[in-house]
């Protein structure tokens, strides 16, 4: 029998690195703890002696101002805490779509630069050096006058087969008539997701053991759209739509995104695409050329060649600065507020000119974009730890 090594024990000393450690971050900590509390109450003081009103209890009187766009309903009359929290809304609104969009359009631009196309590498590198280099607001600014000066006026909507109408006054769009069959899709094509998931995993790990390559994309696409199907199937087929008429003033009925969330989407979306782009593309080139070569060599085809070997390989240099891209999105979405665009910047400058509470907004503000980012971080984190290379 091997005798078992001997279990080492941790010598709480000061000579011991682990304990000096520990020791050192808790006395960072209580002094960072100890700074927050002295500011606050000298503060919270200070304010008082001045017959300045402070505290969080405002949130719960009435705002009485309007909001010109909301994912949720609101009525003047509720309070600012409600207020605060359609801005909130608002912002991960544009923060989402706007990340999603941004990967799709960065991905593709910077895979194209490396296309055999001339004309294709041109583009695409004309589109990064353009859009990089110009500010994002100037940027917002532009895309915003394209939108309410330049198109037609509502009464005159531009229109496609007469479902979609771009305008003025936004774009609008045919939805369907929510029933309890839609959540029953929505639960479907989720389910399709996973079973999607499951069987791109089973294909890869059948890849790795035997070299053959299966279809990875036309069973998750089956599960998606099928399983989704039965669901609207067992909710009882509804059909019925809500679709947009022209008016003799504006455009009635479906859905309508307003010109504001059109051009802080777009602008963001345009200007950050540009550098996830470059991200991409520097990811791309840090994979060995011999590579390339080796996998040239064992017959795969050049999107083989990108999906399987050369991506794979570029995530663990592409992830960490697109998170940043991804957090600078986030951020940026505050200069919404220069568009009339009602994030929670916006919001948050209206309770503070109706309420006077302006330390208290401006922690309001700090905490969402702190909280988002750090869920940001920590999502990206968790996946890049998912996609490393596990090296011997």
Sequence with gaps: MQARAPVKRRTWNWRSRAARGLVYQVVALSLIALGIWFLASNTQRNMAVRGIQSGFD?????????????????????????????????????????????????????????????????????????????????????????????LPAPNEALNVFGLFFLSKGGFAFPVPVWVTAHALTAAGAVAGLAVGWWWRRRVQAQFELTGRNGNRWAVPLAAIFGLALLGWIVGGAPTAWSVPQQEAFQVDGGAAVTPEFMSVLVG???????????VVRG???????????????????????????????????????????????????????????????????????????????????MLVYLTTSLSTS?????????????ER
């Design 58 to 150: 405002f949130l719960q009187q009435a705002a009485g101002f309007d909001i010109g766009e909301t994912l949720v309903s609101y009525d003047p009359s509720q309070s600012y805490g409600k207020a605060l929290l359609v801005g909130v809304l608002n912002t991960l609104r544009v923060a989402v779509v706007g990340i999603v969009c941004t990967t799709i359009l960065g991905v593709l631009v910077g895979v194209g630069r490396f296309s055999r196309n001339a004309l294709v590498r041109g583009l695409c590198y004309g589109y990064v050096e353009l859009f990089r280099n110009i500010p994002i607001l100037l940027q917002l600014l532009m895309w915003y006058l394209l939108f309410v000066e330049v």
């Design 268 to 278: 963001l979306t345009m200007y950050t695409a540009s550098f996830v782009a470059e």
């Design 283 to 365: 990811g791309i080139q840090s994979v060995s050329h011999g590579q390339t070569e080796a996998a040239g060599a064992l017959g795969l085809s050049r999107g083989q060649t990108m999906q399987l070997v050369v991506l794979p390989q570029a995530l663990r240099v592409i992830i960490p600065p697109l998170t940043n891209q991804y957090l600078n999105l986030t951020k940026n979405s505050s200069l919404a507020v220069a568009i009339g665009y009602p994030d929670v910047v916006s919001i948050a400058n209206t309770t503070l000119n109706q309420s006077g509470r302006a330390v208290e907004c401006i922690t309001i503000i």
């Design 378 to 390: 920590a999502l990206m984190n968790a996946y890049n730890k998912r996609v490393a290379i596990k």
